[in-house]
T-cell receptor, first 114, second 115 residues
Framework: NAGVTQTPKFRVLKTGQSMTLLCAQDMNHEYMYWYRQDPGMGLRLIHY???????AKGEVPDGYNVSRLKKQNFLLGLESAAPSQTSVYFC?????????????FGPGTRLTVT | AQSVTQPDIHITVSEGASLELRCNYSYGATPYLFWYVQSPGQGLQLLLK??????LVQGIKGFEAEFKRSQSSFNLRKPSVHWSDAAEYFCAVGLLTGAGNKLTFGGGTRVLVKP
């Protein structure tokens, strides 16, 4: 049981390049989330998904796209990277059963855009 | 919209001393509240959560938190800090809707432990 895993762990992009971050969970969770973490700002929600084939915008969605083609995977895409997207990205998942159980987080992806 | 404030950006504490981290929230209904810990280079780990009932909740690693509705606070405490408790701590308020289980995080408090 690996929990939530993220690929890659580190990446450096040039402005204008594109990339996809992969998140996978093996807990059969319905809900999945992408956050970015910047110093002093905590975590901010980029996009989330309440089930396979569905996605929704979070607090800071601009410049990102997501897809949830399989229940266990949640992809975050940057079509044209900008220096403002330099951040640490975390994926999380949670159960949809009953009340809030809290979210389980992956180890993060550190992205630098030059 | 809900919000979470952690007034202390950094706290330094001696090993063996007690620790209290402050968290204030703004939310129109009964909140679901969480504390997470992030060790350097790691993801976030859930320490404890409050949904309802007893306002003093126990978590992992010897942490506890107390919900005070009148003060809109959910402060985290540990009676005796260990060097391994050096980390960043995040308070979060949760909203469960038909659109998902969404968390709003505070800005975090970084804890340094002196030997």
């Amino acid at each position: 049981n690996a929990g939530v895993t993220q690929t890659p762990k580190f990446r450096v992009l040039k402005t204008g390049q594109s990339m996809t971050l992969l998140c996978a969970q093996d807990m059969n969770h319905e809900y999945m989330y992408w956050y970015r973490q910047d110093p002093g700002m905590g975590l901010r929600l980029i996009h989330y998904s309440v089930g396979e084939g569905t996605t929704a915008k979070g607090e800071v969605p601009d410049g990102y796209n997501v897809s949830r083609l399989k229940k266990q995977n949640f992809l975050l895409g940057l079509e044209s990277a900008a220096p403002s997207q330099t951040s640490v990205y975390f994926c999380a998942s949670s159960s949809n059963r009953g009340t809030l159980f809290g979210q389980y987080f992956g180890p993060g992806t550190r992205l630098t855009v030059t | 919209a809900q919000s979470v404030t952690q007034p202390d950006i950094h706290i330094t504490v001696s090993e063996g001393a007690s620790l209290e981290l402050r968290c204030n929230y703004s939310y129109g209904a009964t909140p679901y509240l969480f504390w997470y810990v992030q060790s350097p280079g790691q993801g976030l780990q859930l320490l404890l959560k409050y949904f309802s009932g007893d306002t003093l909740v126990q978590g992992i690693k010897g942490f506890e938190a107390e919900f005070k509705r009148s003060q809109s606070s959910f402060n985290l405490r540990k009676p005796s800090v260990h060097w391994s408790d050096a980390a960043e701590y995040f308070c979060a308020v949760g909203l469960l809707t038909g659109a998902g289980n969404k968390l709003t995080f505070g800005g975090g408090t970084r804890v340094l432990v002196k030997p």
